[in-house]
C-alpha cells in the first residue's frame, strides 16, 4: 500500500479505498483534508423515502437525527484529486441558498446532472471522506460549467430564460451529451449488473441466485425489472442478464457478489465508494465499463436512514437497501431516475403522490409491480414516438377538436392511427398531457385513475428533467377545466366494444367539443390549380414540426441545375402548408432540409411532407436528418425518353432518431430501517 504521507488515495489490504490526506497545504500531517485540483462532474441523486418510516430515538442527551434529505448534490472528483480512480465522490457541502441555487440552475436547464462540472482547480477548496467545503460565500451560478465542451459557466445569458430557440438548444445539448454516455439509451439492448454486497460482515440473507431471480427472472419470478420495462417500452428496451465476458466472475447470472470491510455505519458515499472501487478492481474496468447500468444491494442502513434507494439522475448507478431491492416499483422508479425522469407530485402537492406512474410512491412489493410512467413522462421517454399527438389550443388559429386514443398497454395491439399521449402546448414551458389509464396488461396493478382519463403538468416542454403534477383525472362525461388559459378537457365517451382494446373519444376546446366530427390526419391532395397552359402540376404538402422556421425545400432542375422552385417561409408549427406550381415536364430533384439537424418527425410533434407529381406521390417522409433528396420525372436529360414516374429517394442523411435526457444527484447517510414487508402495503398519501 501508500503510507499516505503525500495524501494520496489508495486500496488497503483488502483493495479498498483508504483515505488519508494532507490537510489544506498538503503537508502530509494526516488532516484528512485536501485541496481540490481539478474540477469535479456534478451528480444529483434522489432518496426514494421509506413509507411511514419512524427514525429510532436517539441516545439520551443527543439530538435526534435531521429530516431524510431527499435531493442531493455530490461530485465526482478528477482522478487527478483520487490518485487515479475514477467514480469516487464527496458530497458538496452547500448552504440553504446554495441548494435552491443549484435545483434552478437545473431546472432551468443551466446545470446538467452527469455533465456539468463544479469548478474546483485553483479554488483552494477543501474536501475530505465526507464532503466537499464550499465556501459559503461563493455564488455557485458562477462556479458551474454546462459541461460537454461548453466552456461557458451556468450565470451567462441569464437574460435569455425565456429564449424559446436557447431552452431547446440547451435541451438537446443534454440529450446529445447523454446519447454519449453509454447508460442513457432507452432503448435496443440494455447490459445491467447487480452487486450483492457484504459490507462490514453483513449481507443480505437472500441468494445471489434469489437476487439474480427478482431483478432478472433468471429463476420464474414472475414481475421483475426486465419483464416490466420490457413491456412498458413496448418490446423497445431488452435488459440483458450482464455481459458474457464477465461470467466467470458472477456468483448467479449477472450477479457480482464483492465484501468490503467498511461499515455500514458510514456515510453513503463513504460506501459507495468502497463499493465503486472493488468493483472495478475485480472487473479490471472502470464503471459503467461494459453496462448501462449497475446496482448496490446492501444488507440494510445504519446511518441517516429512511431512505429504500437512491438514484442518480443520468447515470448508470442505483443502490437498494434491504429487502427493497425487490420490489419492481422500486427497481423501475430507481431507473427511472437514471433515463432522466424527475418524480411525479399527486393532486396533494406531495412530491412522490402521483400514483398513476411509477415515478410517485411506487407500489412496495416482489411480484406486484405491473405498472409504467405517466403521461408527461410517457412523452419524455419516447417509448411512444410514434403515438404521440400535440394541439395548440392557445393558438388563435385553434378550434374545437376531438380525437381517440388508447392506453400505453394497448399499443401493441390497436390501430397505430390511435394517439396514447396527447401534449396540449401553452406555448410556455410548462404544459399539459393527457393519457387514457387504461389498467390492464403491464398497467393492470396502476394504483390511481383505473380507466380514467389524466391530466398531468410539467416543466422544460415535457422534453427533459422536471416535477411532473397530476392536475386531475376525468370518467366518462366528466371535464377537466385548465382555467388559466381557458381550455376543456373532456372524456367524450369510451368505447368498450372494440376488442381488444378500449377507445376514449376525447374534446378540447370549448363545452361543444365533443360535437366536432374527429378530422382525418391525413392531407388532401387536391391541386388548387390546373395547368391549362401548359405544364405538369407539382403540389407540395408540408406538416411542420414545432420549429418550422428550420424548414425549406427547393425543386431543382437536375438537367440545368436551376432552381425551379423554393418553399415559402414556414412560420407556424404543426401546421399543413399546401403549394401547387406548373412546371414544365423534366427531370427534377426535390430537397428538403432542416437547420437543426433533427428531420420535422417525431421528436418534436409528427412532421411530414409530401411531394405529388403529375397525379403520383413521388417523394414522401419526415423522419431524416439534415436533408432528404428525392430525383423524379424523366429518366434522363435525354427529352425524347419517357418518364419515370416511380420514385427513387436518395437519403443524404439516414433517419435520426433524438434521445431523451437525463441527470445525477448527491445522497446523504444511514440509520436502521425496519425490514420492508413482503405483500403489498400501500403507499401513503404523502412522503416522509
Known amino acids: 500500500g501508500n503510507d499516505g504521507s503525500n495524501g494520496d488515495v489508495f486500496l488497503n489490504d483488502n483493495n479498498e479505498v483508504d483515505w488519508d490526506f494532507g490537510d489544506a497545504n498538503n503537508n502530509g500531517n494526516n488532516s484528512n483534508n485536501k485541496v481540490a485540483q481539478s474540477d469535479c462532474t456534478i451528480l444529483v441523486g434522489f432518496l426514494l423515502p421509506i413509507p411511514n418510516y419512524i427514525a429510532p430515538a436517539p441516545p439520551p442527551g443527543e439530538e435526534p437525527p435531521p429530516a431524510l434529505e431527499e435531493e442531493v448534490f455530490d461530485c465526482e472528483l478528477d ?18 441558498n446554495q441548494k435552491a441555487t443549484m435545483k434552478q440552475l437545473m431546472k432551468d436547464g443551466d446545470l446538467i446532472p452527469g455533465q456539468s462540472k463544479f469548478q474546483l482547480a485553483g479554488q483552494n477548496v477543501i474536501f475530505d471522506d ?9 455564488d455557485v451560478r458562477t462556479k458551474v460549467i454546462r459541461g460537454n465542451g461548453n466552456g461557458g459557466n451556468a450565470a451567462i445569458d441569464d437574460d435569455d430564460d425565456d429564449d424559446e ?20 439509451s432507452h432503448t435496443g439492448i440494455k447490459p445491467i449488473l447487480v452487486v450483492k454486497v457484504k459490507a462490514g460482515g453483513k449481507q443480505l440473507s437472500q441468494s445471489t441466485q434469489q437476487i439474480s431471480d427478482d431483478i432478472f427472472g433468471t429463476n420464474g419470478d414472475p414481475v421483475n425489472l426486465k419483464s416490466q420495462l420490457y ?67 446492501l444488507e440494510g442502513c445504519y446511518s441517516d436512514c429512511g431512505w429504500a434507494a437512491y438514484a442518480y439522475i443520468n447515470s448508470w448507478n442505483s443502490v437498494y437497501q434491504s429487502n427493497y431491492y425487490r420490489m419492481v ?19 396533494d402537492g406531495a412530491t412522490y403522490t402521483d400514483h398513476t406512474g411509477l415515478m410517485g410512491n411506487p407500489l412496495y412489493s416482489d411480484d406486484v409491480g405491473k405498472m409504467c410512467y405517466n403521461a408527461a413522462k410517457n412523452w419524455q421517454i419516447g417509448w411512444y414516438n410514434d403515438r404521440r399527438v400535440k394541439l395548440y389550443p392557445r393558438r388563435s388559429t385553434f378550434s374545437d377538436t376531438t380525437l381517440t386514443m388508447i392506453g400505453i398497454a394497448d399499443y401493441l395491439n390497436s390501430d ?52 411532473s403534477w397530476l392536475q386531475g383525472y376525468i370518467g366518462e362525461g366528466g371535464t377537466y377545466n385548465i382555467a388559466q388559459y381557458g381550455i376543456r378537457i373532456t372524456l367524450c365517451s369510451i368505447d368498450k366494444t372494440s376488442s381488444p382494446y378500449w377507445k376514449a373519444r376525447i374534446g378540447v376546446g370549448s363545452a361543444s367539443a365533443c360535437d366536432v366530427t374527429a378530422p382525418t390526419s391525413s392531407p388532401s391532395f387536391a391541386p388548387t390549380i390546373n395547368c391549362d397552359g401548359g405544364g405538369l402540376i407539382l403540389g407540395v404538402d408540408v406538416v411542420t414540426d414545432d420549429y418550422p422556421a428550420e424548414t425549406n425545400w427547393t425543386l431543382t432542375n437536375a438537367c440545368t441545375g436551376d432552381i425551379a422552385e423554393a418553399s415559402p417561409t414556414f412560420s407556424d408549427p404543426g401546421r399543413n402548408y399546401r403549394n401547387d406550381y406548373c412546371i414544365p415536364e423534366g ?17 418534436y410533434s409528427q412532421g411530414s411532407y409530401s411531394v405529388k407529381y403529375d397525379g403520383n406521390v413521388v417523394a414522401s417522409g419526415g423522419q431524416f436528418g439534415s436533408s432528404q433528396n428525392t430525383t423524379f420525372g424523366l429518366s434522363s436529360c435525354d427529352p425524347t425518353k419517357k418518364p419515370t414516374l416511380s420514385p427513387t429517394n436518395y437519403p443524404t442523411t439516414s433517419p435520426t432518431k433524438l434521445p431523451t435526457k437525463e441527470p445525477t444527484s448527491e445522497p446523504t447517510n444511514d440509520p436502521t430501517n425496519p425490514q420492508p414487508t413482503e405483500s403489498p402495503t400501500t403507499a401513503p398519501s404523502k412522503s416522509p
Request: contains cysteine.
Open 79 to 96: 482522478p487527478n484529486d483520487t490518485n487515479g480512480i475514477p467514480n469516487l465522490t464527496r458530497k458538496l457541502q452547500l448552504s440553504t
Open 130 to 138: 465526507g464532503q466537499l467545503k464550499v465556501p459559503p460565500g461563493w
Open 165 to 184: 430557440e436557447l431552452i431547446r438548444k440547451r435541451k438537446l445539448f443534454h440529450e446529445n451529451g447523454h446519447r454519449q454516455l453509454n447508460f442513457g
Open 231 to 297: 413491456a412498458c417500452s413496448q418490446n423497445k428496451l431488452q435488459v440483458q442478464v450482464g455481459v458474457e465476458a464477465h461470467e466467470l466472475k458472477y456468483s448467479a447470472p449477472g450477479v457480482l457478489h464483492v465484501e468490503i470491510s467498511t461499515s455500514l455505519s458510514n456515510s453513503r458515499s463513504t460506501i459507495r465508494n468502497a463499493v465503486t472501487s472493488k468493483v472495478q478492481q475485480i472487473l479490471g474496468e472502470s464503471l459503467p465499463g461494459r453496462y448501462q447500468q449497475v446496482m448496490y444491494v
Open 329 to 347: 416499483g422500486v427497481q423501475v422508479h430507481e431507473l427511472g431516475h437514471n433515463f432522466g425522469l424527475a418524480h411525479s407530485g399527486g393532486l
Open 416 to 467: 397505430p392511427n390511435f394517439p396514447v399521449v396527447v401534449k396540449l402546448e401553452t406555448d410556455t414551458s410548462d404544459d399539459y398531457f393527457i393519457g387514457f389509464n387504461r389498467a390492464t396488461g403491464m398497467n393492470s396493478q396502476n394504483d390511481e385513475a383505473d380507466n380514467l382519463l389524466t391530466i398531468v403538468k410539467t416543466g422544460a416542454n415535457g422534453v427533459s428533467y422536471s416535477q
Open 587 to 603: 427531370r427534377y430533384i426535390f430537397q428538403i432540409n432542416d437547420s437543426w439537424g433533427d428531420g420535422i418527425c417525431c421528436a
